[in-house]
């Protein structure tokens, strides 16, 4: 097996201990985990490209940045859906993480079914809670999230699991016509990490391969 690949099939509190052991040993991704705490946001992550890009760099042997555009942030507060109110956290969160050499971009889930339709074309019921937005990616392997909570423990969620994150295998989520995000986001990783499979888009006339979730 390519030693990229070690993690792949292993066990999901393998894997879950792997993932833990490289973010902690990333300065920029716990300065994020840590400012995030600081900033007592409710229901909030880190999530998606500067977990499973920086692991894929870590197990590659690339620089810890490469590829990775920014640092996606998320929390959950339903009691203003303003936008103002998320302006004025995303502003805070501006200044606190602006040392970092990525940009930071945090999102209120909360507000999340008031813009999805004009950006992406498609209606979506509103989300109960942070990490329910996981489901909805576009590739299950992209839905993967940490926290740090206050006693230093590392939270993760992963609806789909870890295996297709750690088997450098970018899977698509049909649960909506994504299709576009899956093959356009899985092209651009394919020319930083070429160890990377893109599986294709279901056709909607076959019976699903991926029908059932994973449980990490």
Do not use: C
């Not at 939270?155 to 016509?177: K, Q, S, Y």
């Not at 986001?185 to 019976?207: H, M, Q």
Request: charged share 20%; no cysteine.
């Amino acid at each position: 097996m390519s030693e990229h690949l070690r993690y792949a099939g292993a066990s999901p509190e393998q894997q879950r201990r792997a993932l833990e052991d490289i973010v902690r040993a990333q300065p920029v991704l716990m300065s994020v985990l840590e400012g995030l705490r600081a900033m007592a946001l409710p229901d909030a992550w880190l999530v998606s490209g500067a977990v499973y890009n920086m692991v894929w760099n870590h197990l590659t042997g690339r620089p810890a940045l490469t590829g990775i555009k920014d640092v996606d942030l998320i929390y959950f507060d339903g009691s203003d859906l303003s936008y103002e109110a998320e302006d004025r956290v995303i502003k805070a969160a501006d200044a606190r993480f602006a040392g970092l050499p990525l940009p930071v971009e945090l999102r209120n889930q909360a507000r999340v079914h008031l813009w999805f339709p004009q950006k992406f074309g498609i209606v979506v019921t509103p989300l109960t809670h942070s990490t329910q937005s996981l489901t909805r990616y576009a590739s299950r392997t992209h839905a993967v999230a940490a926290r740090l909570e206050t006693d230093d423990t590392m939270t993760i969620e992963a609806p789909f699991g870890l295996d297709d994150m750690f088997a450098f295998r970018i899977t698509p989520n049909a649960v909506l016509d994504n299709r576009l995000a899956h093959e356009t986001k899985g092209a651009r990783a394919k020319t930083v990490w070429p160890e990377i499979t893109v599986l294709p888009w279901p056709d909607p006339s076959l019976p699903s391969p991926l029908a059932g979730e994973g449980g990490a």
